[in-house]
């Protein structure tokens, strides 16, 4: 079996709710997905997403991730797609860095590797483990009594993670209104809920110590990803109470392995995009397995794609070391695919059909923006 073309499609995602805000002003409207569809000389299909999380989340952005895979596609055509490290090597050898663009031709060979086995993508990545897998919102940065509603609307939806985004500029509010935003959320917190007050890389040290001591004692909540730097994280962790969760600082497996040499967190936030694709997302899983951290098993953002990958490495991921898994799906309004995934209970399963599990909606996707393929 050989890859012997991929085709590129280009979607805008606008952002549920209109308006999507995390720390230091920043603010989304829609964002902008790479799909590829990677095709075998057998005849057999693969899907894979990467939506960066806009230009301001880490070093990505969409026409970059478009620009990376048309120099990373030609170098994989003729290989087995069922050979993941040697494409893996292929593509770090082929361009250095730029894990978003790696990523959705990662994901796109591990659906064509479980089809070809017929097995659903879980059971490739180490097994099922029977169960709805427990799913977390995403709650944009707002006024304390919005984002309270928000998180009551998602808990009604069946949602029993939340991630809500702190990180209010001093002329907004600053620690003051970060630590009412906890407040409020929390307000209402049920027996089994678990919440992040994210960041994202967003507060200086000082910031969060002044956030930290407005806050009552007892408040049950995961610091994620405090800090732009990893000095400034180690400083804050020497004098913070709360658990802290990594996430934008770790996207290489030497990242984690200097977090947890250094003792810097106890958890970490593992992304499909930010990480790579579906290969070293489970690289990086056992690693962080192996010290004893927590995760959640997210993407930045996307459609029923991207959900796709992430909920088949969340169904795979030992529950005792699985906090919950990101359902994109909720933050965006345009719908690339069929994906039979429902929340209930507090969670979702993955489906039991081979791959990803999804059949592409060819009408939104569009006509592909490249192709790639043998002579």
Not at 25 to 37: P, Q
Not at 345 to 363: C, F, K, Q, S
């Amino acid at each position: 079996m050989k890859i012997s073309r991929i085709e590129v499609y280009q979607v805008d995602l606008p952002v549920r709710g209109r308006v999507y805000r995390l720390s230091g002003g920043r603010e989304y409207l829609s964002y902008d997905a790479t799909i590829v569809c990677i095709t075998t000389d057998c005849g057999m299909t693969g899907w894979g997403e990467s939506t960066p999380f806009g230009a301001t989340y880490v070093a990505a952005h969409a026409s970059g991730t478009r620009a990376g895979i048309a120099l990373l596609a030609p170098a994989l055509l003729g290989m087995d797609p069922r050979q993941h490290d040697r494409l893996w090597d292929r593509m770090r050898d082929t361009l250095k860095g730029h894990r978003d663009a790696r990523c959705a031709l990662d994901v796109a060979c591990w659906d064509i590797a479980a089809k070809s086995a017929d097995m659903p993508l879980c059971d490739m990545l180490g097994g099922r483990i029977p169960g709805p897998v427990p799913v977390i919102s995403s709650i944009g940065g707002d006024t304390p009594d919005a984002m309270r509603a928000k998180v009551a609307d998602h808990r009604a939806q069946g949602f029993i993670g939340h991630s809500i985004k702190i990180g209010a500029t001093e002329a907004q509010g600053g620690p003051a209104l970060d630590a009412e935003r906890i407040r409020a959320c929390l307000a209402d917190r049920q027996a089994g809920e678990w919440f992040l007050a994210d960041a994202n890389n967003g507060l200086s040290p000082e910031h969060a110590l002044r956030m930290l001591a407005l806050l009552p004692p007892g408040l049950d909540f995961v610091l994620e990803a405090p800090c732009a730097t990893w000095r400034e994280t180690q400083s804050l962790r020497a004098r913070c109470h709360a658990p802290i969760l990594l996430d934008e600082l770790i996207q290489t497996e030497a990242d984690l392995l200097q977090a947890i040499a250094n003792d810097i967190c106890d958890g970490v936030g593992l992304k499909v995009s930010k990480q790579g694709g579906v290969t070293p997302m489970i690289r990086q899983r056992s690693i962080a397995t192996a010290a004893g951290m927590v995760m959640s098993v997210q993407d930045t953002v996307g459609s029923e794609i991207a959900f796709a990958a992430l909920l088949h490495i969340a169904q795979s991921t030992p529950r005792a070391m699985l906090r919950c898994a990101l359902d994109t799906r909720a933050m965006v309004t345009c719908s690339t695919a069929n994906f039979e995934a429902p929340v209930q209970n507090g969670g979702t399963e993955a489906p039991y059909l081979p791959g990803l599990g999804v059949t592409p909606d060819l009408a939104s996707l569009g006509p592909p923006v490249a192709v790639f393929e043998t002579p």
